[in-house]
């Protein structure tokens, strides 16, 4: 008889916190910030503990079958409201792939429900998002640029998707090049509001970016990163105004969200034409 692959979902409410035993890609670099319960920052979009379950079972369910077909391992999503942490985590065990959701990060500045689910969406992406990937970590994750990219282009898309019910406006609080961009790619209502949902998401992760400690230059979404590397950046975080710029591409890479990557060609399910909107920026990624 074959073996059955068996699909677990843990949403871990226990007080340890969700430390790694080992080195992973996490969401942003290693940091000593701690958001606990009581400093939740109150806000009308901040997230509640409600929020962050729905997120993160949503997710879990549009996924784990996504990891058992490639992997044929479980997927574990461990997810603790309690933990303070600041972060997010991939990883990969002998018997699952693996992502870890501190209640921490939910509570930073700038969190809604959707750049939650973009946070999320970017370490599922250190498994699924395919080439190019990073040499760190035994070679295993997609690179934090492509995990980025892959978040909006696909992850973000397949989650609104999923909750299309949920009312979402398109008003005066949203930016003009927020709409036009979006315009200028996406002709179907539903499509379209897809792309300025997902460009809000990145918006409000920029925030987010924006309020760590460090931070010399804001994300602006009028100033775009014009650099151009001579390599791409496979073994560090492409900078925040280059996330920002590769997030909102993503947005607009009108290739479907159900068009699988590869781990071999990078080129595959992705927008790569350099003249039309969706390619991945150049201030990280060289074609």
């Given amino acids: 008889m074959k073996n059955l692959c068996i699909i677990t979902f843990l949403l871990v409410l226990t007080e340890s916190k969700l430390h790694a035993a080992q080195p992973v890609p996490n969401v942003i670099p290693d ?23 729905f997120v993160t079972k949503t997710l879990y369910r549009l996924f784990a079958p996504k990891i058992a077909e490639k992997s044929g391992l479980k997927f574990v999503l461990n997810a603790n409201w309690k933990d303070d942490t600041v972060n997010a985590f991939a990883t990969r065990e002998a018997d699952s792939w693996s992502v870890q959701i501190p209640g921490g990060i939910a509570r930073g500045k700038g969190m809604t429900k959707d750049s939650l689910a973009l946070v999320i969406c970017h370490e599922i992406g250190h498994h699924l998002a395919g080439a190019p990937k990073t040499f760190l970590y035994d070679g295993w994750p997609s ?145």
């Fill in 143 to 287: 690179a934090e640029g492509q995990a980025d990219y892959w978040a909006s282009s696909k992850c973000l898309k397949k989650y609104y998707q999923e909750i299309f019910s949920e009312e979402f406006v398109i008003d005066q609080s949203i930016p003009e090049k927020v709409i036009l961009d979006c315009n200028s790619v996406y002709k179907n209502p539903a499509s379209l509001k897809v792309c300025v949902r997902t460009m809000m998401a990145s918006l409000n992760f920029a925030q987010f970016l924006n309020s760590l400690p460090g931070v010399k230059t804001p994300i602006n979404i009028q100033t775009p990163d014009i650099r151009v590397v001579k390599g791409t950046n496979t073994n560090d975080y492409p900078r925040p105004q280059c996330r920002f710029d590769t997030l909102y591409q993503g947005a607009l890479c009108d290739i479907d969200a159900n068009v699988l990557t590869s781990d071999e060609d990078e080129n595959v399910g992705h927008c790569t034409n350099l003249n039309k909107p969706g390619f991945r920026p150049r201030c990280w990624y060289k074609p």
């Fill in 31 to 53: 940091n000593d910030l701690s958001y606990s319960i009581n400093a939740q920052i109150k806000s009308t979009n901040a997230v509640t503990e409600n929020d962050f379950n």
